[in-house]
């Protein structure tokens, strides 16, 4: 099961998001798929998971994101987001199997992602992420987790 790149079509994977994050990224896709790519992994003819990397600031940032956001692009960094599995295929690690597929696709880029949910870290940090900021809202806390390579000798 390897890593497929959509291109800029990225409506058979929007498909399998949720509709609120549907909502989001079909309205503006035209405006960033120039500087992002979708990547899924597929079952015979179905995706089961993806997610888009933005080699720029990717849409709808929060407050605190907006804060950020620019020293991770000045340092290459790209942003992974709406990483997805359909719930169809849930239990079978295509998360982590994405994750994977993407790290080894490009071995020397970093990413940096925002999660909402601090549930999500310990999945992010057993994939090679790890915490570097928290915001200081209480009442919608985001951590901003990166992943940087091993740089080898």
Request: hydrophobic share 35%.
């Given at each position: 099961?390897?890593l497929?790149?959509l291109?800029?079509?990225g ?17 503006v ?11 899924v ?9 993806g ?24 340092a ?12 169809k295929?849930?239990?079978?690690s295509?998360?982590s ?5 993407l ?5 020397d880029?970093?990413?940096w ?15 090679g992420?790890r915490?570097v900021?928290?915001?200081k809202d209480e ?15």
């Open positions: 099961m390897g497929i790149n291109r800029h079509d409506h058979s994977f929007f498909n399998i998001l949720p509709d609120d994050w549907q909502d989001v990224i079909e309205s896709w035209d405006d960033y798929k120039d500087n992002a790519s979708i990547y992994l597929k079952e015979a003819m179905d995706i089961t998971a997610g888009i990397v933005f080699r720029a600031a990717p849409p709808n940032m929060t407050d605190f994101e907006v804060e950020e956001w620019q020293k991770y692009v000045n290459n960094f790209h942003y992974i987001g709406f990483l997805f599995v359909d719930p295929y849930r239990g079978q295509l998360g199997k994405w994750l994977s597929a790290k080894v696709q490009f071995p880029q970093s990413y992602l925002t999660i909402e949910e601090e549930g999500l870290r310990t999945f992010y940090e057993k994939n992420f915490s900021s928290k915001s009442d919608n806390p985001e951590w901003i987790l990166i992943y940087q390579p091993e740089k080898s000798n």
